[in-house]
């Protein structure tokens, strides 16, 4: 009886690892599900502006440690704010420079993004060192809640999943319920149309791939509370990313809810009865089995090109 | 005596000839080693330049060919009598250290050459055609089929470091030593490996312009440009996507084995997504519509590579971005798109213009001619 629930217990607690991990994910996935899914750009670059978000939440730490200590119970808040922005101008300066001039030929921009994950890979190493840093978190965030006995419950996992949760929202109802979402539904349907309707679509772009980028950045100062940080952390979350979206179906925002979750917490689960590796191999090759079933993705709208 | 001065012909001459003339053996067995990596570039060039399917997972099945041939020598280097020290001889010594006590039923046939050589090619071949089939029938193309791929590059690479005991980990199948009691490390038999890659090479490559010159190579590019008419018309489009896929996939594996055979291991590092994505940008730097682009493409980035890892560390990563970034933005066509004639026609025309946009090409263009 007694091992029983324990064994409850565990794997309730090793569901709520999953969640923090689902949480980074699905923050990736809605930001590249904006850049991708909706507007086909293959963002390669995607993770490094994870790193932008983990990076800024650490010098962030950092400053608030050394000159504003009275900050540093609240600095996280600051954190994330300041990540989506830093995140959100590169992004904008990205599109200016390079994007823009490539929409119409996705499978390039695939190549020409992965070119600049490596450059900002190298400016971070340059710049931060090869060796992992991570960001002090404030002590209120450190503790656990005891729902139940002999399960813990982080606090910094609740804290990201409620910020996941309040994005999430935001995002949902800027795309289907706002003026903003149906320009950019409109402009990713059929841009020569759209223009000629009077939609500035080229605003409309740049805006979404900053939008896109800034989501990457709080992913990262949600990245911060479950890993340190390192030139190349963004890289451990873009082939899971690329999948969640299109798994889930490049346009559908349920789905990538739904894949991110189902991915996170399959992985979570086996990780606590065989190898990090293995759970992780068998976790993507079911995703790419389904795939090959099912090649629209879990909620598609259209997957033939 | 015409034919003697084509490309082609001059390329044969530079790898046969004057390579091995000038180079010493230790650059020449580099030259080797990065004209392997010209096998899955000129795959590339078949599939994604004329295709039109941009696989990023080339590293899968170079790996595999190179790793079918790293498990026959590895076995033949563990005898029981060179491993006598070990706990269980006769086994490789990685499975040795790993506490295995006896040898996987699946490394069981690498004991055979013949069987060897035919897993080379037909394991890639197969899991390619499995792939291709899957996709291509339920006709997922583009994007898709490039992030799935990629997926399978990452996968590959996480199994073989996990898995450390089957197949020697992030360290890979090392040490070696023999090709059926033929000593592959010395340098006359480094020498040789060298002529029979580059004669491999040069027979994909007229191997490849033939099939572009055949009626089979105009439906490729039909199917790139059009796909739908091209089915319209009648033809099975599938078939022909996982014709040409298996074709890569099993050029990149010849060049595998051959990595195997001349620097004599074989390592994770050569599979995942990095490295299959290098070999998208040796074929993009080479021009993705050019056969022999890819070969001079894979010599340069490589060459490159390894001068400036070891010249200047830190710049190497801001070099191969950047150069990424410039042959995507202001070289679509890699280098065989470069021609001087055609490009000073572009900037009269431009300085003509003189619109303010385009004006930052045109200075790193003059760059290149210069």
């Known amino acids: 009886m007694d091992s029983i629930s324990d064994f409850g217990a565990i794997l309730l607690m090793q569901g709520f690892n999953g969640l923090s991990n689902f949480c980074v994910l699905l923050l990736m996935a809605l930001g590249l599900a904006i850049i991708f899914g909706q507007m086909g750009v293959i963002n390669m670059a995607h993770g490094e502006f994870l790193t932008i978000g983990a990076y800024t939440t650490y010098v962030l730490s950092e400053i608030c440690q050394r000159y504003a200590p009275w900050l540093s119970d609240s600095y996280f808040v600051l954190a994330v704010v300041v990540s989506f922005f830093i995140a959100g101008a590169v992004g904008l300066v990205v599109e200016h420079l390079m994007i823009r001039k490539l929409y119409t030929r996705p499978l390039d921009t695939l190549l020409a993004t992965w070119g600049l994950s490596l450059i900002m890979q190298q400016v971070f190493r340059s710049i931060f060192g090869a060796r992992e840093v991570s960001a002090v978190l404030p002590a209120w965030l450190m503790g656990s809640v005891q729902p139940l006995p002999g399960v813990d419950i982080p606090i910094n996992g609740l804290l990201v999943m409620g910020l996941c949760l309040v994005l999430t929202s935001v995002i949902f109802f800027g795309l289907y319920r706002s003026r903003w979402g149906v320009r950019v539904r409109a402009t990713t349907q059929n841009r020569v149309m759209s223009r000629a309707t009077g939609i500035d679509t080229a605003h409309v772009d740049r805006l979404s791939f900053a939008l896109g980028c800034g989501l990457a950045g709080i992913a990262g100062a949600a990245f911060t509370t479950i890993g340190s940080t390192g030139p190349t952390s963004g890289t451990l979350y873009i082939v899971d990313t690329f999948l969640v979206v299109v798994f889930g179906g490049a346009q559908s925002l349920l789905g990538g809810i739904a894949s991110s979750f189902s991915i996170a917490q399959a992985q979570a689960t086996m990780e606590f009865f065989l190898s990090g590796s293995t759970a992780k191999v068998l976790t993507l090759s079911a995703v790419i089995l389904i795939l090959m079933l099912r090649p629209q993705g879990l909620f598609s709208i259209r997957a033939r090109s | ?370």
Request: charged content about 15%; proline content about 4%; overall charge positive.
């Open chain 2, 1 to 370: 005596m015409k034919k003697l001065y084509s490309p082609t012909a001059l390329t044969a001459l530079l790898l046969l000839v004057v390579f091995p003339l000038s180079l010493s053996p230790f650059r020449l067995g580099l030259v080797g080693k990065y004209l392997t990596y010209a096998f899955p570039a000129l795959g590339l060039v078949l599939c994604w330049g004329f295709g039109g399917i941009l696989s990023l997972g080339q590293g899968v099945f170079f790996g595999l060919g190179g790793y079918c041939m790293a498990m026959f020598l590895k076995l033949e280097a563990s005898d029981p009598v060179s491993t006598a020290i070990q706990s269980t001889p006769g086994i490789p010594d990685f499975m040795d250290w790993n506490q295995l006590t006896a040898l996987p039923w699946f490394w069981a046939p690498f004991k055979n050459l013949g069987f060897s050589l035919a897993a080379v090619v037909l394991l890639p071949g197969l899991l390619a055609l499995l792939v291709g089939l899957a996709m291509f029938k339920r006709r997922v193309t583009g994007v898709y089929f490039a992030i799935i791929t990629q997926s399978i590059a990452a996968i590959l690479s996480i199994l073989i470091i996990g898995q450390q005991g089957y197949t020697g980990g992030v360290n890979g199948i090392t040490d070696l030593k023999t090709l059926l009691g033929w000593d592959i490390r010395s340098d006359s038999a480094k020498q040789i490996l060298y002529f029979v890659n580059a004669a491999l090479l040069l027979g994909a490559l007229v191997l490849g312009q033939h099939l572009l010159r055949s009626k089979l190579g105009r439906l490729l590019l039909a199917v790139r440009d059009r796909e739908d008419r091209v089915r319209f018309t009648g033809y099975d489009v599938a078939q022909l996507k996982t014709f040409v896929f298996v074709g890569a996939a099993v050029l990149s594996a010849v060049g595998g084995a051959m990595f195997t055979l001349q620097v004599g291991f074989m390592s994770p590092s050569f599979v995942g997504v990095e490295p299959s994505i290098s070999m998208v940008v040796a074929a993009a730097v080479g021009g993705r519509t050019s056969l022999l682009g890819a070969i001079y493409g894979s010599l340069l980035v490589n060459f490159g590579k390894t001068y400036f890892s070891e010249s200047f560390p830190e710049l190497w990563l801001l070099l191969i971005g950047s150069l990424f970034i410039g042959v995507v933005m202001v070289f679509p066509d890699g280098l065989a798109g470069i021609d001087g004639a055609g490009l000073l026609r572009r900037l009269r025309k431009r300085a003509a213009a003189a619109a303010p946009e385009v004006a930052p090409h045109t200075d790193l263009e003059e760059g290149t001619v210069s």
